[in-house]
Nanobody, 124 residues
């Protein structure tokens, strides 16, 4: 059982930065793959980035070089540092946890637990 709560969303100008946090509760936090997904109105929930227990992190091409994922196992918290934000980054961002096959970390259906989402709006 894992409970996830996102925070840190808000309104930012294009080119600005935000840092999202995902606080997790539950057992064996460090054994889970943690990921961020986002969903814009009328669009499907899409993969942003994931960090695995032992195989590193994986980024969607759309955010590579701009976003950085990290996790602090001692604090049961995952972070998403978002720099050089663009209007197309506007979406509700969701924290997720699961134990996907390492080759399927971008598949939202592989994740068992989800946060409530936090809104990120990037204005031009």
């Amino acid at each position: 059982q894992v409970q996830l709560v996102e925070s840190g969303g808000g309104l930012v100008q294009a080119g600005g930065s935000l840092r999202l946090s995902c606080a997790a509760s539950g057992r064996t936090f460090s054994s889970y793959t943690m990921g961020w997904f986002r969903q814009a109105p009328g669009k499907e929930r899409e993969f942003v980035v994931a960090i695995t227990w032992s195989r590193g992190s994986y980024y969607a091409d759309s955010v590579k070089g701009r976003f950085t994922i990290s996790r602090d196992n001692a604090k049961n918290t995952m972070y998403l540092q978002m720099n050089s934000l663009k209007p197309e980054d506007t979406a509700v961002y969701y924290c997720a946890a699961g134990r996907p096959d390492w080759t399927k970390v971008s598949d939202r259906h592989q994740y068992d637990y989800w946060g409530q989402g936090t809104q990120v709006t990037v204005s031009s």
